[in-house]
């Protein structure tokens, strides 16, 4: 097997359709890295890439009314959007308890994700 790098998607598009495209709509390869794809006689097996993840990170002062703590919030995710538009982002995340998720469901439309999330350590 050997490992090939390549700014071209049309091996990994291609497994991807073929192999997860009804379960899973083709994601965008924006701020992503570079795609290696595996070959084996020739023919790809496997192909990847890495792509920028951003992660809403909000903490909030809990001794001071809802309202203010509210407040607070729209301003900085409505900094947070911005800085997204400008860098390209096109999604963010945040991992919070489920009380807070139907906050941010309602009054910004988060989504849930349909899939487990999963998270690896590198040590970096």
């Not at 407040?71 to 947070?80: E, F, K, P, Q, S």
């Not at 959007?81 to 308890?97: D, I, M, T, Y």
Request: glycine residues 4%; hydrophobic residues 40%.
């Amino acid at each position: 097997m050997e490992i090939l790098e390549s700014a071209e998607l049309s091996d990994f598009d291609r497994l991807y359709k073929e192999n997860f495209g009804d379960m899973f709509p083709l994601p965008s390869n924006r701020n992503s890295t570079t795609t290696r794809t595996i070959y084996r006689k020739g023919r790809p097996i496997a192909s990847g890439l890495i792509k920028a993840f951003a992660e809403a990170i909000i903490v909030t002062d809990q001794q001071i009314p809802k309202t203010a703590r509210a407040r607070g919030i729209d301003m900085l995710v409505d900094a947070m959007l911005v800085w997204c538009n400008e860098h390209n982002v096109e999604q963010v995340h945040a991992f919070v308890k489920e009380d807070f998720a139907k906050y941010l469901i309602e009054r910004y439309s988060f989504e849930r994700t349909k899939d487990v999330s999963l998270v690896l350590n590198t040590g970096a």
